[in-house]
């Protein structure tokens, strides 16, 4: 048994066709051995029609001679051997993939002849041989059964034989090309928890660069195998990514908590500049400004005149005390609102871990046991 193909849904198997079947016109009497004779023979014998159902592809082999056995015992009975090269349609269900088991078969048939003409059979014992020191790259067979049945169509019916291949899947180049370094990857995401908040470059490069190594190694997987439906890989690598994908989120929420309470510090800063100004206070805005308020300033003291610079501060502690509240001051509530962000941190270094065991425990045996 060769190569099996998910992409086409195939697989190529080398086999030595063995016939028997019995023909009185060529029974003897003269001695009692068994003759061997020559390929060429076939041609000048009636031989057996037989077909293979699921065949897209065969060829004989020719090296050095044609590959060919024909006997004959005196009762008249024959074997006939060949050897054929056959690619066989395998239709899959890949629901489970990789962890999945497929069932391919073997499907012969009489092309012509119905079963009033021809009934075809498996050898009572051993019908299959296979050679067991025979290893397929990604499969492991399991067992091997064979089955008879009728087949019934517009011209009648058919004899049909069977034999099944029960392949189970053999994951390790899965596990080591993709599910290892995928989740070393969800695991390298949760780094950037323990960076810190104020290192937004170190922190953004290794989100991104997380990502895009996900969605990299699933388009690379996803490609192999082309179905409608999604498969068990499928869901592992989208899992993989979303995690990934959350930790760049996480950063970005944390980096907005971080920096809530500086923007609230400058609105508030503009608006008692504002307050200030009503009250009398003259902010220069631009150069000219600046330039206007030294001339008026030197006419003043030219004149004897002084100039107060600055409102009384009685305005903002009459206001203050008025009002009966106390605004804390700026550098607290900033280092409330970084330790909000941290706290977010410390929160997202327990969860993700946890999330990601979960979904592990949940996947595996889901598809490892329950399935």
């Known amino acids: 048994m060769g ?21 009185p016109r060529l029974s003897f009497t003269r001695f009692n051995e068994t003759l061997t004779l020559d390929a060429s023979v076939v041609g000048k014998i009636w031989v057996p029609d037989v077909f293979f159902v699921n065949e897209k592809g065969a060829n004989f082999h020719d090296v050095t001679t044609a590959n060919r056995m024909l006997r004959v015992d005196p009762t008249g009975t024959i074997l006939y051997s060949t050897r054929l090269t056959l690619t066989l349609a395998c239709p899959m269900n890949l629901y489970r993939f990789p962890m999945d088991r497929q069932q391919c078969g073997l499907k012969m048939e009489s092309y012509g002849k119905t079963e009033a003409d021809i009934m075809l059979h498996w050898k009572w014992t051993r019908p299959v041989e296979f050679d067991a020191s025979v290893e397929l790259p990604q499969f492991y067979v399991e067992n091997i059964r064979t089955n008879r049945t009728v087949q019934n169509y517009n011209t009648g019916q058919y004899t049909r034989l069977t034999a099944t291949f029960d392949l189970q899947r053999q994951m390790g180049f899965y596990l080591i090309q993709v599910y290892i370094p995928t989740m070393l990857i969800v695991i390298l995401s949760w780094v950037s928890f323990w960076i810190n908040i104020e290192a937004a ?27 409608s439906y999604v498969k068990a890989i499928d869901i592992w690598l989208a899992v993989c990514l979303l995690f990934v994908f959350a930790a760049l989120i996480e950063f970005a929420a944390v980096n907005f908590m971080s920096r809530q309470d500086k923007n609230n510090d400058r609105r508030r800063q503009e608006k008692e500049e504002g307050e200030k100004s009503e009250n009398g206070k003259v902010i220069p805005q631009r150069k000219e400004d600046y330039a206007t308020l030294r001339q008026r300033t030197w006419l003043h003291h030219v004149k004897n005149v002084s100039i107060k610079e600055e409102a009384p501060p009685s305005l903002d502690t009459k206001s203050e005390k008025c009002s009966g509240q106390q605004r804390p001051p700026p550098e607290r509530e900033r280092n409330k609102s970084m330790d909000r962000a941290k706290n977010l941190d410390r929160l997202s270094r327990g969860l993700f871990p946890l999330g990601f065991f979960l979904f592990n425990l949940m996947y595996w045996n889901a598809y490892l046991l329950l399935l």
């Open 201 to 227: 470059p170190a922190r953004v490069a290794l989100g991104i660069t997380t990502v895009l190594t996900m969605t990299t190694q699933g388009s690379a997987q996803g490609g192999d195998v082309k179905v």
């Open 3 to 23: 190569s099996v193909k998910e992409t086409t849904m195939d697989y190529i198997i080398n086999v030595f066709f063995r016939q028997r079947w019995n023909d």
